[in-house]
């Protein structure tokens, strides 16, 4: 009998917190990990588990399957992280490492993030909910995510650059719970 190994334990961690199961490899990717989280299917995975691999969360919204019946009340949003601060965000913006994006109308929303959206008016809406500044932060600040999309009714997906095999579970626990909060104002709001 073998010893497991970090990989085995990473995924039993995960699957303990979002009370699933690891699904078995496809072709598309290499770990995939199903579950739940405060009521909504959560999932994440990892195309390769080793560096320069990430790995990709998603909690789904739509959990009464009303997605082609509900076309008024759409919302693709992507949320980044600004690259420069300050004044060199004009420095950024002329050599392309910084988009402009919209703006929200929050200093510290703008000044921390980069928002683009089909519909500005619920995504500034979305944004300024009471409390999701706060979670964007804090999840940024635990997991350094490159993007974070919010697709309404399907859900929101998250990537964090983070290899598979040097995740942090508590790291997980946090990005789940937040995540699963945001699912739930997506849910409830809109």
């Not at 961690?13 to 979002?18: A, H, K, P, S, V």
């Not at 699933?20 to 994440?44: H, M, N, S, W």
């Not at 929101?156 to 937040?178: G, H, I, N, S």
Request: overall charge negative; proline content about 5%; some cysteine.
């Amino acid at each position: 009998m073998s010893l497991p190994t970090d990989r085995d334990l990473i995924v039993k961690g995960l699957c303990e917190i979002i009370e699933g199961k690891q699904l078995p490899p496809d072709g598309r990717v290499e770990i995939a990990v199903k579950g739940a989280i405060l009521g909504f299917p959560a999932t994440l995975e990892a195309i390769k588990t080793q560096f320069p691999f990430g790995v990709t969360y998603f909690i789904e919204t739509d959990i009464l399957h009303q997605a082609k019946s509900k076309t008024d009340s759409t919302l693709n949003l992507t949320i980044a992280p600004r690259i420069t601060r300050g004044w060199l965000q004009t420095l950024g913006r002329l050599l392309l490492f910084d988009n402009k994006g919209k703006e929200i109308n929050n200093k510290r929303f703008d000044g921390a993030f980069i928002a683009i959206s089909d519909d500005m008016a619920k995504a500034q809406r979305l944004i300024l909910y009471p409390g999701m500044i706060d979670r964007l932060e804090s999840l940024h600040e635990y997991t350094g995510f490159t993007e974070l999309h919010v697709r309404i009714p399907q859900g929101v997906v998250m990537q964090q650059p983070t290899a598979f095999d040097d995740l942090d579970l508590d790291v997980c626990r946090e990005a789940f719970k937040l995540l699963s909060e945001m699912a739930q104002v997506v849910f409830e709001a809109f």
